[in-house]
């Protein structure tokens, strides 16, 4: 009888991999199905059906599941470490494809080119970061730099490390984001207050800022589009 059931779950897999494979991605593949083929290869002989069911329950939804710290998932019944730690790796890889999606052109040339970087960079992070993007005079992306990790409701933009970064790069322009992990992408009073300040020392360098991007889930707020900095430039280099 455990022989018969074994097969069972071998033939389901193979049938759900199989699927995969041929539709290319999981549009037409329900939440428990997706959550059952990671398991698939975690957890070799159990039947996954029932972890992935119990994990959305625990969880609430496929996107709670993938975004729950490792300790929280191996709580779940039937989720072992290597469970937990594969599942854990989905978001990060996540991000990492999306940087390399962006890598070539490196270049953003709009508002919305600059949103989709920052969600590359930022989504799915648990604490706040505050990055500086450089761009030279063609807008292609010299290099980025991680100014501060802060924690789930505060981070720091350093006006020193901000500069020095900017200069370093030879930047013509430059591109600021940071993420708002426990709230939404709204700017509270402090952060528009510390990019006017941010904007006033690039500008007396000569340097733009073109926006501050703030990233919250997958949604983001541009300060330029709503009016709450203005990337022309008051000073020019003499």
Known sequence: MAERRENIHEGHREKVRKRFIQEGGFEHFEDHQ??????FYANARSDTNLTAHTLLDSFGSLKGVLEARPEMLMKVPGVGDKAATLISMVV????VWSRCAMAVPDRIGNSREAEKYCLSILAGNRTEKFYVISLNA????LGRRKISDGSLSEVSAYPRMVLETALNYNAHSVLLCHNHPGGTCAPSPEDIASTLQLQRLLNGVGILLLDHIIVANDSTYSMIQHGDIDYRMKNSRG
């Not at 997706?34 to 398991?39: C, Q």
């Not at 990060?92 to 991000?95: D, G, K, S």
């Not at 063609?138 to 992306?141: E, F, G, N, Q, R």
């Open 34 to 39: 997706i959550l059952e083929l990671l398991l």
């Open 92 to 95: 990060p890889l996540t991000r």
């Open 138 to 141: 063609k807008c292609a992306v």
